[in-house]
């Protein structure tokens, strides 16, 4: 064999180190990835993903008007758990309960304060949205924890200690709504239909049209009798049947497999779906026509998806993240969509109670339409 072959050239080899260091400068949008995708990981994940929520919306019916009942919301609120906010009913209460304002309900019986100074151990009713129990868990644990000691400088060394022997001062009722054995499928199982159909949707739609775009094959498509209007009907018909199939076929596993119930209405929920669906294919439309090639449609997809599956309510809480990543999370679709499926299948959501989380759902869909249908229109102009 020739010993050329084996001769390695310094100046070669730099030659073709330069030749594509001016590729990749000429490609901003891949090194505009390299630098944002990290630091945007390193944000969310530093700052706004929170594994222990704190302050949580906390409903308050205190029907003691006494000392003692405002000492158990002084100590519930001095764990860091708990926000009080008092409310006038107990409709307005799980008005709120239910549309997920509020994550828990704290009742103080009429007449608490008397029964705890005659020594008779009261009982406080304590409701919590137990959907995600990571969410309830630590602030169920930390109230448990303060009630054995909060009243132990308010109560009369007779009275506390004729209670110590007994066990606590107070009883506390905990009831876990909507998900009482407390599974962590009830909370994953939402989130993870909407990150398949975001991902499968927004990147397969966005490399299809960009590949063809590279490939030729959309220039030939373009000079056939067909309209623009065909071109991306025809385009996007195939992905929403595929959008269809897959969110079917996760809802029947979700169902049978995991036995997670679905109390809501189906055909509000495959409406939901369809939106979604539609919406996630607009968002790779528009990725498609900003890309150049393959390499940025995948690029801008895997951009898009990391503050979405994290800034959503998927990965932590959302009541538990700052407020300026609660304000970029309101922006995201799949915020919603979770909100949507999680009170269609584990509360039983009505068209009116979908509303609040419907119409933004709504808004975004057409917006994303909108300019998925414009930007892609330009592209073919």
């Known amino acids: ?6 001769r390695f050239s310094l100046t070669r080899w730099l030659g073709i180190v330069f030749k594509e260091i001016n590729e990749l400068r000429r490609d901003r949008v891949s090194i505009g990835m390299v630098f944002f995708t990290p630091l945007l990981q ?3 994940l530093g700052y706004a993903v929170n594994m222990d929520p704190r302050t949580i919306p906390t409903a308050l019916l205190n029907y003691d008007t006494e000392r003692m009942g405002q000492v158990f919301v002084t100590a519930a609120q001095n764990t860091d758990y708990f926000a009080m906010l008092p409310v006038a009913s107990e409709k307005e209460a799980e008005e709120a309960f239910i549309k997920g304002d509020v994550i828990f309900i704290v009742t103080i019986p009429k007449g608490f304060t008397q029964k705890l100074l005659r020594g008779e151990k ?3 009713l304590i409701q919590g949205d137990a959907i995600d129990p990571m969410t309830t868990g630590n602030a169920l644990s930390a109230i448990v924890q303060a009630s054995k000691n909060m009243f132990r400088h308010d109560l009369p060394n ?7 022997k007994q066990g606590d001062d107070i009883e506390l009722v905990i009831h876990r709504m909507f998900n009482p054995e407390g599974i962590t499928q009830y909370n994953t199982i939402p989130g993870i239909i909407g990150s398949i159909l975001s991902t499968t949707l927004i990147l397969m739609t966005a490399l299809a049209i960009t590949r063809e775009r590279e490939n030729g094959a959309m220039e030939n498509l373009l000079i056939s009798p067909v309209t623009g209007l065909e071109v991306i009907l025809g385009k996007i018909t195939p992905y929403v049947i595929i959008g269809i199939f897959q969110s079917l076929m996760i809802l029947i596993f979700a169902v049978f497999l995991f036995n997670i119930p679905l109390l809501g209405n189906v055909f509000l929920l495959i409406f939901v779906l369809i939106l979604y669906i539609f919406l996630c294919l607009s968002i790779g439309i528009s990725i498609s026509s900003v890309a150049q090639n393959q390499l940025q449609a995948l690029q801008m997809s895997s951009f898009y998806f990391i503050p979405s599956v994290m800034l959503s309510g998927f990965i932590s809480p959302f009541i538990s993240m700052p407020v300026w990543a609660q304000a970029i999370g309101s922006c995201l679709p799949l915020t919603y969509f ?3 499926i999680k009170g269609l299948m584990l509360k039983g959501y009505t068209l009116i109670d979908l509303l609040p989380e419907l119409l933004p759902l709504v808004g975004l869909t057409l917006v994303v339409i909108l300019i998925g249908l414009k930007t892609f229109r330009q592209t073919l102009d």
């Open 1 to 6: 064999m020739n010993n050329v072959t084996f």
């Open 158 to 164: 007779s009275v506390h200690g004729a209670a110590a």
């Open 42 to 44: 390193l944000v969310i």
């Open 122 to 124: 009261p009982q406080i």
């Open 338 to 340: 979770i909100r949507l």
